[in-house]
């Protein structure tokens, strides 16, 4: 177990409606990274919140947008919802702002299965 | 901008083949490694990591890989695969303080 807590498991919702994922962090992890992991594309990058702020944005497309609460655990929002947001959505999380760096790893949760018909 | 590149998408073995999964990496600076791995219905999980030192870098489970600066490669290796190998490895890169990129993974079946 890994600590990081992702809700729900499995979503399946109809085009253009809008959905929220959530994650809870590894405790004491200050930072929340989200990844859309598709069979095309892998594991992309979406955006990471280090306490409270936005650290860092990748591939993230602006029909989504994420937030951290203050106390740490962030939503992921996906609206307009098309065929292709089809993925699996992860969500990890660090003690620092730099994760991935020797002093701070990455934790993943389990992911949330969206599925858009 | 970086990019991490897996070519083997599939890979089927049977118990006790060797493996060799690739990873090459774009970027030349000074870089971190890792590779994942997802169990059927888990998590993604560490399995080694390479910062700096003896390019030869044992993981958990028997795994290891091989950091070839001249070759942008990270290569994992296992000499003898088990059926509880069987999952998706992905191959990781973060430059410094930045974000982990990965590449898009290679799913491993093997046989009993």
């Known amino acids: 177990d890994s600590g990081v807590t992702q809700t729900p498991k499995h979503l399946i919702t109809a085009t253009g409606q809008r959905v929220t994922l959530r994650c809870s962090p590894r405790s004491g992890d200050l930072s929340v990274y989200w990844y859309q992991q598709s069979l095309d594309q892998g594991l992309q990058f979406l955006i990471q919140?280090?306490?409270?702020?936005?650290?860092a944005k990748g591939n993230i497309l602006e029909r989504f947008s994420a937030q951290q609460f203050p106390d740490l655990h962030s939503e992921l929002n996906l609206s307009s919802l098309e065929l292709g947001d089809s993925a699996l959505y992860f969500c990890?999380?660090?003690?620092?702002?730099?994760?991935?760096?020797?002093?701070?790893?990455?934790?993943f949760g389990n992911g949330t299965r969206l599925t858009v018909t | 901008a970086q990019s991490v590149s897996q070519h083997n998408h599939h890979v089927i073995l049977s118990e006790a083949a060797s493996l060799e999964l690739g990873c090459n990496y774009s970027?030349?600076?000074?870089?971190?490694l890792f590779w994942y791995v997802q169990y059927p219905g888990q998590h993604l999980q560490l399995l080694l990591k390479?910062?700096?030192?003896?390019?030869l870098v044992k993981g958990i489970k028997g795994f290891e890989a091989e950091f070839i600066k001249s070759k942008f490669s990270f290569n994992l290796r296992k000499p003898s695969v088990q059926w509880s190998d069987t999952a998706e490895y992905f191959c990781?890169?973060?430059?410094?303080?930045?974000?982990?990129?990965f590449g898009t993974g290679t799913r491993l079946l093997v046989s009993p």
């Open positions: 990890a999380s660090s003690v620092g702002g730099n994760g991935g760096s020797y002093n701070s790893p990455l934790h």
């Open positions: 390479y910062f700096s030192g003896d390019p």
């Open positions: 970027y030349g600076g000074t870089v971190n």
């Open positions: 990781a890169v973060n430059e410094g303080f930045q974000k982990l990129v």
């Open positions: 919140y280090y306490n409270g702020e936005e650290r």
